[in-house]
């Protein structure tokens, strides 16, 4: 199973940026997923999850500026993020919970990690 992160850049304060997580692979079902973040010198942080029900949970940080969603028929998870500030520079990393055979237990998969600066 991997996981692919895409859209991270560059961003004024106050802009916004969508970052996308597509997990693949032997997939037979995926269950939490979630974005977590690393800035500097500082350990990594939970900043949205969503279960495959749709129920969704944000560090108090984000809450109001950044909106997770999915897509569960393509295993893809988003980060709307928006209202950037400067101290949500960080890596980004994408986790998911994934069972791979109908057999087998929930693995917890990280994703590469994409950057995200918020300067102007």
């Known amino acids: 199973v991997q996981l692919q992160a895409f859209g991270g850049g560059l961003v004024q304060p106050g802009g916004s940026l969508r970052l996308s997580c597509a997990a693949s692979?032997?997939?037979?079902?995926?269950?939490?997923m979630a974005w977590y973040r690393q800035a500097p010198g500082k350990q990594r942080e939970l900043v949205a999850a969503i279960t495959s029900g749709g129920t969704t949970n944000y560090a108090d940080s984000v809450k109001g500026r950044f909106t997770i969603s999915r897509d569960n028929a393509k295993n893809t998870v988003f980060l709307q993020m928006n209202s950037l500030k400067p101290e949500d520079t960080a890596v980004y990393y994408c986790?998911?919970?994934?069972?791979?055979?109908?057999?087998?237990?929930?693995?917890?998969?990280w994703g590469q990690g994409t950057q995200v600066t918020v300067s102007s």
């Open positions: 986790n998911a919970d994934v069972r791979s055979y109908s057999w087998s237990p929930y693995r917890s998969y």
């Open positions: 692979g032997s997939i037979f079902n995926v269950n939490n």
